[in-house]
């Protein structure tokens, strides 16, 4: 009898210790998404490192990139199980421009994985496989989706980082440039520095056919470094967030709407000869859920 409750008590024992380490590494997870925050000097870089075109004497590589911004990135949402981060570029005192969004959430089933053409395709992962992992959920400036991976964070050896691969849209750097190819294979890796953080990424340009048959282009190196400096610079940006907000709050929520209904996404890529961000960026903050819910509504197919 002795025996049998020595080994229950172990059991518990090992249980407790257990869930006990997944909830402290869980909380070195959202530690580190949240110091993703703040105001940063950004450099953003990037060069094609190898090209596999057919026709190499006539191909044009990318040009390489070397620039430069203020950003500030908002907390929006902060619970147990999700983290939401917006940027917002700081291109001017009198200039904020919306950039991308990621939203972190733990132990996610539900991924919306690009395909090709402005279409992504809806897919349930089995929760063994995303046991203690967060997805990235990546979306355009109009929170329309942009790309999404599940992964773990490692902490180790004072190293913080996730990694992931994933396919995505064309940057913007490269949308309105090349139409040579139509997918960017993307592996991102998020790594917490003492003076910020870096976004470092190998890329791979991918030409997709209808029957999702691959041809690589062309490789590409990227690295942006977010060196955080004092929130005070960005207060440009601040203000504009909280002048806009609850415009941007109105677009999710029906993003959220669709998203919701767990199905593969086939977007129009213009309406009226504009693009969504070009509707959207236009309106006064003040505009009313019913006309952010009509313009995205013109664009699901």
């Known amino acids: 009898m002795k025996t049998r409750k020595s ?18 590494k869980k909380q070195q997870d959202i530690q580190s998404i949240k110091s993703m925050c703040g105001c940063y000097e950004v450099k953003f870089n990037f060069t094609e490192t190898f090209q596999y075109a057919k026709d190499t004497a006539n191909y044009k590589p990318s040009e390489t990139k070397h620039e430069s911004a203020l950003e500030w990135v908002a907390l929006l949402e902060d619970t147990p199980d999700k983290i939401m981060l917006q940027h917002l570029l700081i291109a001017g005192p009198d200039m904020i421009i919306k950039h991308w969004r990621q939203d972190w959430i733990y132990e996610n089933a539900d991924l919306y994985s690009f395909y090709k053409d402005n279409s992504w395709k809806y897919s349930k992962l089995n929760k063994k496989d995303i046991k203690g992992q967060w997805t990235q959920k990546v979306y355009q ?17 004072g190293k913080d980082y996730w990694v992931n691969t994933t396919d995505a849209p064309l940057p913007r750097r490269e949308h309105t440039k090349r139409n040579d190819y139509n997918v960017l294979k993307r592996r991102n890796i998020h790594e917490i520095t003492k003076r910020g953080w870096n976004h470092e990424q190998d890329n791979v340009k991918i030409i997709r056919d209808n029957n999702g048959n691959d041809v690589v282009l062309a490789e590409e190196k990227g690295l942006d470094i977010y060196t955080k400096v004092a929130d005070s610079k960005c207060e440009a940006a601040q203000k504009w967030w909280k002048e806009n907000q609850l ?21 129009e890529e213009k309406v009226d000869k504009k693009t969504l961000y070009s509707h959207l960026f236009k309106l006064k903050p003040d ?15």
């Open 287 to 301: 505009a009313p859920k019913t006309e952010t819910d009509a313009i995205i509504d013109r664009f699901l197919k």
């Open 7 to 24: 080994y229950l008590t172990a059991v518990l024992v090992l249980t407790a210790s257990i869930g006990f380490s997944q909830e402290n």
């Open 141 to 157: 400036v109009d929170d329309s989706p942009r790309y999404e991976g599940s992964a773990s964070w490692v902490h180790v050896d």
């Open 247 to 267: 415009l941007w709050k109105n677009v999710r929520t029906k993003w959220d709407a669709v998203f919701a209904q767990n199905k593969d996404l086939d977007l």
